[in-house]
């Protein structure tokens, strides 16, 4: 499976957009992209799933690129209960059932 | 729709103790696994399961045995708890078995071993 790399932490206001950037280098062709969020005491929430171009739900939207290298959680107008730790995952859609957690980015949200 | 129930939430136990960590799902979902979270880490695949009678092993399945029953039933026995075991246990289950379907994780077991 791909390889990710996103920032350990980041930092944001309440009511700011926030954007986080995972990079996925290796990704193979039948790969898919699915971000996770983890409050603290809680186990991880899957939010957003994407393959190509822009995803959007009621919690957030993703962007991904054309080359697939890369790709870009955005969070609208954050409050402070949005304050978790996000992961980026690389999954595999034909026969893979495994998840593969990297450390994540740890998200703060302030007044 | 009570989702993923792990039991019990915390746990303290003797080193060289035994315990079994519950984890029931009422979703129907044929793929169950067992994860660990250790301070500052992600989580890390201890045993998985695609449906009952077939289990497997993922990245760290020492000191942990797994067994599946039943559909809805997906327990994790420590068999001789050592320090290192010092944890968060997280249970997760997928429908069909494919990660792209997405995960629904329990709330974690906090298991301390001294």
């Known amino acids: 499976l791909a390889k990710t790399t996103q920032p350990i932490s980041m930092d944001s206001y309440e009511g700011q957009e926030v954007n986080i950037t995972c990079s996925h280098n290796n990704i193979a062709t039948n790969d898919y992209i699915t971000w996770y969020q983890q409050f603290p005491s809680q186990g991880p929430r899957f939010i957003i799933q994407g393959y190509k171009t822009k995803v959007t739900n009621e919690v957030a939207s993703l962007f991904i690129p054309a080359d697939r290298k890369s790709s870009t959680l955005s969070l609208p107008r954050v409050s402070l209960s949005d304050t978790a730790v996000y992961y980026c995952?690389?999954?595999?859609?034909?026969?893979?059932?495994?998840?593969?957690f990297g450390t994540g980015t740890q998200l703060k949200v302030e007044l | 729709n009570a989702g993923v129930t792990q039991t019990p939430k915390f746990q303290v136990l003797k080193t060289g103790q035994s315990m079994t960590l519950q984890c029931a799902q009422d979703m129907n979902h044929e793929y169950m696994s067992w994860y660990r979270q250790d301070p500052g880490m992600g989580l890390r695949l201890i045993h998985y399961s695609v449906g009952a009678g077939i289990t497997d092993q993922g990245e760290v399945p020492n000191g942990y045995n797994v067994s599946r029953s039943t559909t809805e039933d997906f327990p994790l026995r420590l068999l001789s708890a050592a320090p290192s075991q010092t944890s968060v246990y997280f249970c997760?289950?997928?429908?069909?078995?494919?990660?792209?379907?997405?995960?629904?994780f329990g709330s974690g077991t906090r298991l301390t071993v001294v």
């Open positions: 995952l690389v999954i595999l859609t034909g026969g893979g059932n495994k998840l593969t």
């Open positions: 997760a289950s997928s429908y069909s078995g494919r990660a792209y379907y997405g995960y629904t």
